[in-house]
């Protein structure tokens, strides 16, 4: 049996690192492009092009045009090519990401990676998710390696949306519990193999730090204060989650998300939002012990990630609705496979139901 494990090449995380990041970029290219949305621009661009004039090192600033599309792809690989371009910088969230990984890979030159968000564990990853000009997920790209380095600005996060953070810690909530059962079925990691002990060790470590540093983190971004708090939830969430998630396997939590994602009424939710419902309903599949239950609910109430039907924006309960989530979450093609037992959508639409229900008392006492 083949074991594997997979990360980026350097990760580099604390308060104003974006102002190096030409000195980084100047270490694998000559001439960059960076790739960054309109807005990311009127707040980011000044200093960008600062670090870049400090190096003397070539570099265009490059308009995201919004989806990670396969024609976006191309635009970018087009003026790439023509333009000699050999290092991509991606500032942002995940789309900008995914699509200076793409552009990356099929150039054969490095990508280095700044989130100014800590919404999802996507920086970290060898994976690129493209989708349909309609914004449908088409396909996912297997790169041939990770980034070559993740540069994670603490200060820009904790300025950013505190919603977002929370919602990571949603994605990073899921990382221990899914890479534990897919490793008890002997599930397939995102590294081609399965996993070893160092990504359900990383994966733990994840969960450890959202429960001791998450409430914490939480209360002092309110006040965009950066704490110490604060950074250990940036990294478990953008590294640990990110390692743990690709290198220890997923499984029925985000088969869950999937399944709400493809309701209406759900649209308005974060990622990271609805993996937190979806790992509660794990547990109940799972039949967890109460306390382990209870102390992710609680985990949940605390930062203010959903626990409850309604919390994820279902407002009017219909059990065949329930039994499309679940039917979309037993598709083979999904991650719930990874399960150490087989699984059916009349089980998951009862555990989606219990779920909702062991949130909605765990709420009430909290109150
Ligand atoms: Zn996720």
Redesign the pocket.
């Known amino acids: 049996m083949k074991r594997t494990f997979i990360a980026p090449s350097k990760y580099i995380q604390g308060p104003h690192e974006l102002e190096n990041i030409g000195t980084y970029a100047k270490k694998l290219g000559k001439k960059a492009m960076l790739l960054i949305s309109e807005g990311g621009k009127k707040r980011f661009g000044e200093l960008l092009e600062k670090s870049f004039v400090k190096e003397e090192m070539a570099y265009v600033i490059e308009a995201f045009n919004g989806e990670c599309s396969k024609k976006e792809i191309k635009r970018l690989d087009d003026v790439v090519k023509a333009e000699g371009y050999d290092v991509m910088v991606a500032v942002g969230g995940g789309k900008i990401f995914d699509t200076a990984k793409a552009v990356a890979y099929y150039n054969d030159i490095p990508v280095i990676i700044c989130p100014t968000i800590a919404a ?3 920086p970290c990853s060898a994976l690129s998710v493209i989708y349909t000009e309609e914004g449908e997920v088409e396909e996912y790209l297997f790169l041939k390696q990770n980034p070559n380095v993740v540069l994670v600005d603490s200060y820009v996060i904790s300025k950013s949306p505190v919603r977002l953070t929370v919602s990571g810690m949603g ?1 990073a909530l ?1 990382t221990y519990f899914e890479a534990r059962a897919s490793y008890k079925h002997d599930g397939n990691n995102f590294a081609d193999g399965k996993a070893l002990h160092t990504g359900i060790a990383l994966a733990k470590l994840c969960y450890e730090t959202l429960l001791a540093e998450g409430y914490k983190a939480k209360t002092a971004l309110e006040k965009g204060a950066l704490t110490p708090s604060v950074e250990a939830i940036i990294e478990a969430n953008t590294l640990l ?1 990110g390692l743990g ?1 690709e290198s220890g396997g ?1 499984a029925a939590a ?1 088969a869950v ?1 999937n399944g709400f994602s493809a309701l209406e009424e759900c649209h308005k939710m974060y ?2 939002e609805k ?1 937190a419902f979806g790992v509660i309903t794990q547990l109940v599949l799972e039949n967890a012990p109460e306390e382990e239950l209870n102390e992710v609910l609680d985990f949940c109430i605390s930062v203010g990630l959903p626990v409850t039907l309604k919390q994820i924006g279902v407002e009017e309960f219909d059990y065949d609705k329930i039994l499309k989530v679940a039917k979309i979450a037993c598709a083979p093609t999904d991650t719930a496979v990874n399960m150490p037992f087989d699984i059916d959508p009349e089980m998951v639409a009862n555990a989606i139901i219990a779920a909702d229900a062991l949130g909605e008392k765990r709420l009430q006492s909290a109150r």
Do not use: I, K, L
């Open positions: 999802t564990d996507a994605d899921a989650s998630f997923v985000h998300h990622h990271g993996v």
